[in-house]
């Protein structure tokens, strides 16, 4: 038979700490813990408020805090870890007033004529590799580069994209 919620609490409120501490062994990580224990009560809890309840409930709940201990650590993000340590900067200094003009500009031209500028200069992607990722052929990929940057010399000056220039925004 099913057990009551109010047995499922009282469970919950004996084992909790040993489960903690439990966890807190696996991880040592307190909070990591208390998530861990948190995420073992309500799979514990599923089980409880079934027809066929585990007969040995703190067996249940210790293997089932081990099995979700195991499938936290193989997921993609657990090994992420908040640092005090910034990452260095990047190695050179960049025209942020350029760079926003630029971006506010490039979003003004037609989808393909952008497509083809970030893949070809911000990407620093081949004639035949834009062309191949955008279904273009590689003569299409030229005359659309030529004519995109055209309208973006037209609005950000004569003198906008230097060959300098265009080394500090991509």
Known sequence: MAGSAEGFKEFATSCSGRLFRTAWLLTGDWHLAEDLVQETLGKVYRAWT?????????????????????????????????????????AGETDV????????????????????????????RSVDETAAELGLSAGAVRS????????????LGTDGLTPTTQNEVS
């Open 50 to 90: 079934k027809r066929s309840r585990p007969d040995d409930p703190v067996a249940y709940a210790r293997t089932t805090l081990v099995r979700t201990f195991i499938t936290h650590r193989r997921r993609r993000g657990s090994a992420e870890r908040p640092s005090d340590a910034l990452p260095d900067l990047p």
């Open 144 to 155: 659309r580069s030529f004519r995109a940057l055209d309208r973006l010399r037209a609005v």
């Open 97 to 124: 007033a350029l760079r926003v003009t630029l971006i506010d500009t490039l979003a003004r031209l037609d989808a393909k004529d952008r497509a083809v500028l970030v893949l070809r200069y911000w990407e620093d």
